[in-house]
């Protein structure tokens, strides 16, 4: 590999949606439905031809727990015949003072492409600048830009395109709203947010969606952002590394999706989640775990693909 000082101005990264086009977007969803349909229809694992991460490493930086990104990230990988290396920034020097640059370097001389779960988005920016490699935000304190698009394939295969469509947000304007708002913006698809006062998103990523002329909206009511709305999508009151105190809780509690808060939405209207899911505080039980939830059917696994698809797209194959 290349001297990561010496790194080529066109490595190709993912650590925002915000930095990349409607049709690059568009390009990486439609790829992963085909791949979606293909493995469902067919129930197989990729053919040698498509297997073309064999021979190439890939490893997973966590500064932060992970249950659905290590088990998809390690199963796309290997599904492509590609070695997953999984590297606990707890165990690695990073813990000792390290810098993220240095570790950049050294993970981009050895590995082909390198997933980044870090606590401070202005570290994975500093990672990506030391790096060889295509880096993907995996989640930062300012967005977590993998996961909207998973909700939105997931959405496209029981609903259709999502562009015209209106998706609610009930609940905190956290790093993954950020990243919805970025979607909203580029897929053409509104977004009505609700959030107590004190919560909402980041005026930043507002002020550029408004530039762009996206339909987004706030609103203190979450009865006003989900009536009439194609998908409710919920996330848990707390981010990681935020305590959710019973001040907070009962903040957020008239933002809670139940049975009736959902009914105001459209009649085929569908439930997302991101997971992991607190039920009795974002959502209830009868939500998450009824006809109208996407959570369980698609949701959990259409993540691997759209990794490949990204995969793809990053390493330029």
Known sequence: MSD?????????????????????????????????????RHGRR??????????????????????????HFEIATHDLGGRAIVLPAADTQLSRGETVGDTARVLSKNTDLILYRARRHQDL?????????????????HSHPFRPLV????????????????????????????????A????????????PEGHEPDPGVLAWAA????????????????????????????SMGVELTPER???????????ALLAKAAPDAVYLHSLPAYRGQEVTAEV???????????????????LQAIFRWLLEL
């Open 4 to 40: 990561p000082t010496q790194r080529p101005q066109s490595t190709r990264h993912l650590l925002d949606l915000a930095d990349h086009s409607p049709a690059t977007l568009r390009g990486w969803l439609d790829e992963a439905l085909v791949i979606a349909a293909d493995r469902q």
């Open 151 to 182: 909700d939105i394939m997931t959405f496209e295969q029981q609903r259709g395109p999502i562009a015209g469509r209106t998706v609610a947000w009930p609940g905190d304007g956290n790093n993954m709203l950020n990243s919805f708002i970025h």
């Open 125 to 141: 920016l500093e990672f990506a600048r030391h790096s060889a490699v295509p880096v993907i935000n995996g989640c930062s304190d």
């Open 211 to 238: 530039e762009r002329g996206a339909r987004v909206s706030l609103h203190r009511d979450p009865a006003e952002a989900v009536v009439g709305a194609h998908a409710v999508v919920g996330d848990t009151f707390a």
């Open 249 to 259: 809780l009962a903040a957020f509690r008239p933002y809670q999706v139940d049975a």
């Open 184 to 195: 909203a913006a580029l897929l053409d698809f509104e977004l009505r947010i609700a959030t």
């Open 46 to 71: 990729p053919q040698d031809s498509e297997r073309f991460l064999t021979g190439r490493y890939v490893s997973l930086l966590l500064e932060k727990p992970a249950t659905r990104t290590r088990l």
């Open 288 to 306: 998450i775990d009824g006809p109208q939830s996407l959570v369980w059917d698609g949701g959990i696994e259409n993540k691997k693909f759209l």
